[in-house]
């Protein structure tokens, strides 16, 4: 009788086994907990961060990135409505008046009526601006080029092409 019910309780112990593994292989797989250092919105942050740095230590001139792409898509379309340049820069109505704000006071931008719809605010580059956009350029382009630094030429014509799509 104790041979019996061990073997029962030994087959009872193989059953459950048995069950459990079937059981774990239909189970879903747990989901990877989250992890920040794995998050393309964190990733994207700190490559923005280094760049943003060296922008500040070789573009000099007390231009932000964003002052220095409406000055930029200006010297590519002229003049233009703020609204335009905001659309063009993907920058918000509060943030382009801002940037232009702050160009106009230093003599870099100046704004105008538009001749043909007076609700209308042009912008243009003044002289200085110009100026100042000329011998920026290099600078901006040496600034692209260490932020890539890292990577080499397949590896930017990638990362720009997946960058584009994802944008």
């Known amino acids: 009788m104790a041979k019996r019910a061990a073997k029962s309780a030994s087959l009872n112990r193989s059953a459950t086994l048995k069950r459990s593994a079937t059981t774990q292989a239909k189970a879903p797989a747990k989901p990877r907990a989250y992890v920040l250092d794995d998050q393309i919105g964190f990733i994207l942050r700190q490559v923005w961060q280094r760049h943003t740095m060296i922008f500040a230590r070789d573009i000099g001139s007390g231009l932000t990135p964003t002052q220095w792409a409406a000055m930029s898509k200006l010297v590519e379309t002229g003049p233009c409505s703020q609204n335009q340049l905001g659309r063009l820069t993907a920058m918000d109505v509060a943030t382009i008046k801002g940037v232009i704000d702050r160009l106009t006071a230093r003599g870099l931008t100046e704004t105008s009526k538009d001749p043909q719809d007076?609700?209308?605010?042009?912008?243009?580059?003044?002289?200085?601006?110009?100026?100042?956009?000329?011998?920026?350029?290099?600078?901006?382009?040496?600034?692209?080029?260490e932020t890539l630094a890292p990577l080499d030429a397949k590896e930017r014509e990638t990362l720009l092409m997946l960058l584009n799509k994802l944008r």
């Open 118 to 145: 007076g609700r209308r605010l042009l912008v243009r580059l003044t002289r200085a601006g110009q100026q100042l956009a000329e011998k920026t350029a290099p600078h901006a382009l040496a600034v692209s080029r």
